[in-house]
């Protein structure tokens, strides 16, 4: 099985996927869809993802091609088909919860502050972007902390890492990019820090991609 | 076990919750959250979620009271939990099909058009919330019209309801309260009636829920 992930350094949906594969120790091939030069319009991505985003995993296996997109439809497949180390709870009211913090972000902060959504505001109404980003982030986070604090160990979900981690941290790194104080969080901020500790968690940073700029080439 | 399921009427969020108690043919008590009224923002509710959202499944079991949140983390719940009939398919490929079909509904599409977004666009430019929904609903349905069409049978994936149709049904209901043509989505309009024709949809309709107001009280 050849694993391929079409991905951007800087998508926290991409990032997600790059945690997951890490996380369960899996190799594969780094492709870079260029977001900034709107690569993910061209016909050729879009032949993989009709969504015009990234991540797309690419699984080759016994001469036939399988293209997966949707970060949570990836990490769902990938637990099914390399079921350890887990990344969901063994009890079905875990499981429920370590979803439900995903989806806290997935479905319910990060896209109101996705690339699209924030140049049509920007577009019409000059700097409402910012301010809008950060308060969906905010409202985010402030429900996540509630919902973290209350059955964390070291990390969001006991003490391993789960999928609600691989959503936590990239979400973190866009409040910060956003220039959000993180004071209000005591919870997911120790988490975050667990996490920063983990190789897994250091592959996967976007620093570390191939196609991140030179650090003095990078936009705040 | 008793599930009690807090809805609104005309939630897409909740609405997917009743079709996956439906099709499973579980009974559930219904407990109406009028967002209209702002009664998902009152510490009552918030308690039970800290999203201030709908839907919140509350299933009490053995003297313990367990409060799930987020419409795929419930619906992925009671696949586990009531595994017949099933909403995923058995191989893993078509799952993460299922999966992704369901996630350009839940993140890629309805997060842009939820009633927040609407409200705040509003405020800021009078008349502007209607023409965005058009244009993320629009862009989400060519996207998921790509999709569904390429493995569809009966319904979205295949000749059985799967998650995916809970997803589809309320987001082609949203499109049409925006005014949305759908004739450039033949595939999906097809399965949406495919659909309809079915009990357990018909029994989850907003409509047909005990908050929804008489039909002449009801807005467009």
């Keep these: 099985m050849t694993l391929r992930l079409y991905s951007y350094w800087r998508s926290s949906s991409a990032w997600r996927v790059r945690l997951g594969l890490a996380l369960k120790g899996l190799a594969y091939e780094y492709r870079a869809v260029d977001l900034l030069a709107q690569e993910q319009f061209q016909a050729a991505h879009q032949a993989r993802n009709p969504m015009s985003q990234v991540p797309v995993l690419e699984v080759e296996e016994d001469g036939r091609t399988h293209l997966l997109v949707q970060s949570m439809a990836?990490?769902?497949?990938?637990?099914?088909?390399?079921?350890?180390?887990?990344?969901?709870?063994?009890?079905?009211?875990?499981?429920?919860?370590?979803r439900a913090?995903?989806?806290?972000?997935?479905?319910?902060?990060?896209?109101?502050?996705?690339?699209?959504?924030?140049?049509?505001?920007?577009?019409?109404?000059?700097?409402?972007?910012?301010?809008?980003?950060?308060?969906?982030?905010?409202?985010?986070?402030?429900?996540?902390?509630?919902?973290?604090?209350?059955?964390?160990?070291?990390?969001?979900?006991?003490?391993?890492?789960?999928?609600?981690?691989?959503?936590?941290?990239?979400?973190l790194y866009n409040a910060r990019r956003f220039g959000l104080d993180l004071e209000p969080y005591p919870t997911l901020r120790r988490v975050d820090e667990a996490c920063a500790a983990l190789a897994p968690f250091q592959a996967a940073h976007p620093d570390r991609q191939p196609d991140a700029p030179p650090p003095d080439r990078r936009t705040p």
């Design 74 to 98: 990836i990490l769902e497949w990938l637990e099914e088909r390399h079921p350890e180390p887990a990344l969901l709870p063994p009890d079905l009211w875990g499981r429920a919860r370590v």
């Design 101 to 171: 913090l995903a989806e806290h972000v997935n479905s319910g902060t990060q896209p109101m502050q996705n690339a699209l959504v924030l140049r049509m505001l920007r577009e019409k109404v000059p700097g409402w972007d910012r301010e809008w980003a950060r308060f969906f982030i905010a409202r985010g986070l402030a429900a996540l902390e509630t919902a973290v604090r209350d059955g964390a160990g070291r990390f969001s979900h006991g003490d391993a890492p789960t999928l609600a981690d691989c959503y936590l941290v990239p979400q």
